[in-house]
């Protein structure tokens, strides 16, 4: 299976700053890598797709980059409604794996 | 626009079979591929499998040996059964519309809003 592994698994922010939060791929993934936004109870809402496409509907102080092996989120000042937790995707290779999320503080 | 929604039994004896079925409607059931996922309380996400047509199918090795998903393109329909479950089956179980492989267009952008499934006897 391929491992996704995110970092930093939590951090805080202020609003206004910028956050980068990074998926790492134990193998190249080419660019199938999604970026979920999941608030508690609530469904995963994708965010960014094929590793930098921004999901209709989605502000665009969200970008995604990278491809291989490496991949970063970006969020531009951080609006309140951002604090939540981050997930990415691989679906390259099945089994298709999440990484574990980063919870976005205040 | 496509939309989902879960429904099944909040609770499951352990050593009996989950089932689950997931209501498309605003599209056909055999224009997408369709994926299950499932997030145990107070943890991350995990990929269960995707269906495509009922006859095309990939699931998660650690669940391959209990897990089995189908279409019913009549009643516009998925289902997903477990069997076997025990406490570690205890989640949220969400489907989601997915895309052909090496295609992102579709993958996991709708999502229904879940079904919690909790084991216990």
């Known amino acids: 299976d391929i491992q996704m592994t995110q970092s930093p698994s939590a951090m805080s922010a202020s609003v206004g700053d910028r956050v980068t939060i990074t998926c790492r791929a134990s193998?190249?993934?080419?660019?199938?890598l999604v970026w979920f936004q999941q608030k508690p109870g609530k469904v995963p809402r994708r965010l960014i797709y094929?590793?930098?496409s921004l999901q209709s509907g989605v502000p665009s102080r969200f970008s995604g980059s990278g491809s291989g092996t490496e991949f970063t989120l970006t969020i531009s000042n951080l609006q309140p409604d951002d604090f939540a937790t981050y997930y990415c995707?691989?679906?390259?290779?099945?089994?298709?794996?999440f990484g574990q999320g980063t919870k976005l503080e205040i | 626009q496509v939309q989902l929604q879960e429904s099944g039994p909040g609770l499951v004896k352990p050593a009996e079979t989950l089932s689950l079925t997931c209501t498309v409607s605003?599209?056909?059931?055999?224009?997408?591929?369709w994926t299950w996922i499932r997030q145990p309380p107070g943890k991350g996400l995990e990929w269960i499998g995707f269906i495509y047509d009922s006859g095309n199918t990939n699931y998660n090795p650690s669940l391959r040996n209990r897990v089995t998903m189908s279409v019913d393109t009549s009643d516009n329909e998925l289902s997903l059964n477990l069997r076997s479950v025990t406490a570690a089956d205890t989640a949220v179980y969400y489907c989601?519309?997915?895309?052909?492989?090496?295609?992102?267009?579709?993958?996991?952008?709708?999502w229904g809003e879940g079904t919690t499934v909790t084991v216990s006897s």
């Open positions: 995707l691989q679906h390259d290779s099945y089994p298709h794996t």
């Open positions: 605003g599209g056909s059931i055999r224009s997408y591929y």
């Open positions: 094929a590793s930098s």
């Open positions: 193998q190249d993934i080419k660019n199938f």
């Open positions: 989601a519309r997915a895309d052909q492989p090496s295609y992102s267009y579709y993958y996991m952008d709708v």
